[in-house]
């Protein structure tokens, strides 16, 4: 009986390793790819805080993600999908919120009413109300500030122009 040369069974076994990884690779690979859904977009004004990967919502329920972010005639288009077991309708509405007042952005997918005709896949979805931007609400807020500080000032003139007589 022969001695099978060491070299040899290091190289079955780097073989037989090889097959294996691409073996477990094509399985896996299999295992991640998901039916997407059906692919919507909505054409926003703004999408400031959203990027790809933020969730996508249908009453309130996590159910997709953004799939992508594009600039389109001055508008950020996006683009995302929706499970095919979800459905939607002509006069479904989307919308830019967020969790809490600083957190994560998100699109909420109001999905409509029943009675309307359904939505056909890569069918743009209308924008509900503009998302509130927190740089212009605090500029407003900051211009509030100086109007309520110029009809208050001439009330404390008055005053200190009653305490003056009193005194």
Do not use: C
């Amino acid at each position: 009986m022969k001695k099978k040369n060491p070299e040899m069974v290091v190289g079955i076994f780097v073989v037989l390793g090889i097959l294996f990884f691409a073996w477990m690779t094509v399985k896996i690979e299999k295992i991640q790819i998901k039916d997407r859904g059906i692919l919507f977009s909505t054409s926003f004004e703004s999408a400031t805080g959203l990027d790809r990967a933020s969730p996508v919502r249908v009453a309130g329920i996590h159910v997709g993600n953004v799939e992508s972010l594009t600039l389109e005639e001055g508008r950020a288009k996006v683009a995302y999908s929706i499970p095919k077991n979800i459905a939607l309708y002509r006069d479904a509405k989307a919308f830019i919120r967020s969790e809490g007042f600083l957190g994560e952005k998100y699109i909420e997918i109001l999905p409509g009413t029943p009675g309307q005709p359904k939505l056909e896949p890569n069918t743009a979805i209308a924008q509900g109300a503009p998302p509130v931007d927190i740089e212009q609400f605090l500029t407003q807020i900051g211009a509030l500030r100086e109007d309520i500080q110029e009809v208050t000032r001439p009330l404390g003139e008055v005053i200190r122009s009653v305490d003056i007589r009193a005194g």
